[in-house]
Each structure stands twice: as C-alpha cells, then as structure tokens.
C-alpha cells in the first residue's frame, strides 16, 4: 500500500518547480537509506510529501519554496519507525505517549492494543484508534489476533475471533494483524487461527508474528502459516536462523527485555540487513522522557558495531516494507516527508522533528500543541474482583501437617522472562502449604473481569522479592491480578489498594502500604503525561527494591510476564499453573 498525496496533480506541478513547494530544508547532509549514501541535498516538500531533492546544484532553486530552512551542514535522516510496539505498556494514553517520543523523532509506530483488548475488548481498541487520531505522528494499528493469548489456559476480559477481526480491521489505520502469539496453533493449523489468518490474507493485510525459541520445521510451519516477523528472539542464533529463512526479525530493546545487543552479535556476518529491524515493544514512561524511544534503540545497535547509516535504515526503510507501506521510511519524492534534523548519527537526538513536512519538535520539545480530549472509556473501572479475603490466598494442602512436594515456576536468572519447571518439599502446617527461606514465594493470580471469579495459586522460586507481596494488573496479556507474597496478609492489603483505585500496581511490606502507582484507564494507564507519570513510576521503583528488587535495573516490569502463558516454559493464569510448550494446566502437589 501506498500514504496517498492529497492532491497529486499539484504534487506534480511542485515536482516540476511549477508551482512552489511549502518547504525547502536547505544545506544538510541527505541520508540516503535507498543507496546507504551521504551527500549534500536541498528537499523539498509539498503538502506533506516529498516533492524534489536536489542533490546535483543545492542551494540554487530555494526561490521555489515558501520557506526556507537552513539545515546549517546536519544530517538529514527519516523519522523513526517502531515495528512493534505497545502504547499501553508506556502507561500513557496514545495522546500523552505521542507527546513523550515525538521530541525524540518516532513519527510512526505500529502499535498492537492486545493489552487494552483483553481487559475491554472491542471498545478497548476502538478507544486506542479514536485517541490515536489527529496527532503530529502516525499511529498504525494491528489487530490483535490472540486474545485471550492460548484459549482455555486463562479467562480474560474478551474473546476475539475471526468475526471480531474482521470487523476491526475496518479501522482507517489498521495495517496488519498483531502478534499472532499461540504460535503452536499456527504450526499445528487449528481452526480458531486459520480463520483468523484467512481474513487477514483476504484483506491483503501483513501478518506479524511472535514465535519465541521457534526452530527447524515447527519455525518453517508457523513462516507458512503466514506470520513473518518476529520481536521475540533472544540468542543470536535463534535470530540469524529466522533472518535466513526470511522472517523479519525486529530486534527489541524495551524497558525489561534487551535484545539487540546479541542479536546483532548474530547477525552481523551476513551481507544485506533488509529484514532486519527495530522495536521497543514495552517502553515505559519514565525510560522515555530519559533515555530516549527508537532513537535509544537504534543507538544501541549502533554501539553493539552496526554501521550508522545501516542502523538508522533498520528503524525506517526496512520497517516500512515489513508493515507494507511503500512510500514510507525513506527521503525520496513521492515518500511521505517525516524527518529528522540530526547533528550526529551516533547520538541522534534530533534538532528538528518533521511529520508530514511539518515542524512538530524542536531541541526535545513539542512546537505544536497535542489537544486533550476525554473519552469515556477513561472514566471506567474495571476492576470486577469479587469480596477477597486473607484465605484466598493460602494454599490448601492434601495433609494435615508434615511436608509435601509441589511443582514450582523457577526463573533461572533474574533478567529473564523465561522459567523452568522444578519441584520443592515445603512444610505443611494446620493443613496449609508455609514457605520458608527467601526465595520461595507465593503467586496468585486473581480474575478481575466480568463473569468471573477464578483464582490460581501457586509457587514461584527465583522471582527476586524477598520480602513482602508485589501487586499488579499490568500482567500480560490477560492482565489479570496478579500478587507475588509472602504472607496471605500482605497479599490481601496489596490486592485491595489496586480494587480501590481501579488498577495499576502496589507494594507492601509487613502490614505497611508501600505505594501505589495508580492506572484507573483499564488497570493498565494512567491519565498523567509522561513527566508526572515518571515520577510516580520512581516511587513504584523504589517500593520494588525495598521487597528485595535490587538487582535489575529497572524493578518496575519484573512481575508483568509471570502470567503470559506463551513464553516458555511455565506460566500462571487465573485456572493454576501452565505448562506453555504442552499447553495445559500443571497440578500444584507432585
């Protein structure tokens, strides 16, 4: 597909010097991610689209622009492009989001609203549309094709299935199909997917993928199923595998999972990158107003050895091909004018932000207003939790005192997602499991949605809590409740802060309420810009490391994946403990 002129004809004319363009951006050196060139250029842009560049005789034509900008010798390069991203794991709305990562120069994001789907449905992703439009960025949106994530295994807040997609996929900014992640339900063609994936292929819309550890056959079966992206791989091999059999794989730097660092170490032996490319996947607002958004991605992969000029296309051109957009990611007449004034192509903090032709940021600050609008949606508490009290949280065991064997969810290294399956004998007393040491803890996951009122209780080792329960209904992708605890007491006074408040996430610690980081859109987003927003995730921080979070550097997301029953191997949901790879349900006692 093509971003279409609005007039094409006067497009032409401007082409032809016929008519005067808007804007002629004027001595700057053109980064060209067609050819990988650099090189002095005039551009010029007519109603938001790129009209000329004159690259043979610059600064001879300027007569022929409305106005005149000097690029005073700085590099001239395309507006970033996030290949997959979730707004709502910024904790912002789309409004307040675009005013954190436009400054930074993102001007396009392909965003999956799965988080919001699963908590209210169709309306979660009409309201991420709606709040997406008339900003100064583009905000493309996949449709989210699992929701719930692995059907049966956990009870969310909405059931899509091929009529739902159909039906959002009507959307004016909807470009493809979300993360397509029960991967084993494309590898293994199971109708509920095939249908979905046929309404798409239909629509001749992309197909992007999330196949984590994916190999051999199975990765060839899931490629012609129809997903070809992938945001998920971790080791190097795994990703140069999916590169040589022609995935694209959208190496990711969010704010809990760093990949790109080894990827690219697996990678970088091959002779042309045009499937690689960038995302965040989940940002969060705090990392963003500080450390950047794709620009910090694309400085990453700059540092880990890849070529200036070759990172930046990973974050533009090559990305816009993967969405399907043929007009996008480069600086070339007849590509839409989204670009970026940069005085070094290692740092890449941008000067001059352009959307569209227009000035939108300047030196990290907007240069024109983001108009709040309130939606109902925001005024909506959805945290449907039936009357809890301290015995939902304590494990019944199958004898009156003595020790029993049970199955543990164990986390291998604190920096990662991923867990293995082991087993603990731990002491019963008065009939209930009891933990003892600092490394076992207690998890619940408690159903907040409407028409249920499940509760999955397990164990979990290496989670990193010492101390105390960690609440959340950030916990993808079901966004359930979910508590880490040590004592059904703490677990209970967590739990209910976030009914009160309508979700978000708290600590506490021997009786005493930590903090609360309150997120009332959904359990998921907070009304604040990214700058009030930022300091309250500070305060959640801290909470963290005083229940023994102290060995990552960013404590605020450890908890939100122990509920995603499709990263491997074991996850809790609302119905108990999940074996991912055999997709059912694990028993508590050995």
Known sequence: MKIQPNDKKQLLKAALGEIRSDLAITNVQLVNVITGEIYPADVFVYDGMIAHVEYKNPGTELDKANEVIDGEGKYLIPGFIDAHEHIESSMMTPRNFAKGVIPHGTTTVVTDPHEIANVCGMEGVRYMHEAGEDLPMRQLIDVPSCVPAVPGLENAGAEFFAKEIEELASMDRVIGLAEVMDFLAVIHGEDRMMDIIDVMDKKGLYLQGHAPSVSGRMLSAYLCGGPNTCHESRERNEALEKLRSGMYVDARESSITKNVEEIYEGVKGVKFYDHFCLCTDDREADDILHVGHMNDVVRTVIRSGMDPVTAIKSATLNTAREIHIENLGAIAPGYVADMLLVGDLEELKPDLVFFGGRLVAEKGHMTVPIEAREYPLEKVNTMYVKDLKAEDFRIKAPVETGTVTVNVMEYPDLLLSSTVLTTAEVPVKDGYVCLEGEDLKFVAVVNRHKGHDTIGLGIVKGF????????????????????????????????????????????????????????????????????????????????????????????????????LPVIPKVKMSDLGMVDVLKKELIPLFV
């Open 464 to 563: 990193g809590t010492t101390c105390g329960a960690l609440a959340s209904t950030v916990s993808h992708d079901s966004h359930n409740l979910t508590v880490v605890y040590d004592t059904a007491e703490n677990a209970l006074m967590a739990a209910e802060a976030l009914i009160q408040c309508g979700g978000g996430m708290s600590a506490v610690r021997d009786g005493r309420l930590l903090h609360v980081l309150e997120l009332p859109l959904a359990g998921l987003i907070s009304l604040k810009d990214a700058a009030e927003l930022a300091k309250d995730s500070q305060l959640m921080k801290e909470a963290n490391r005083e229940l023994g979070l102290t060995g990552l550097e960013n404590p605020l997301l450890r908890i939100v994946t122990l509920a």
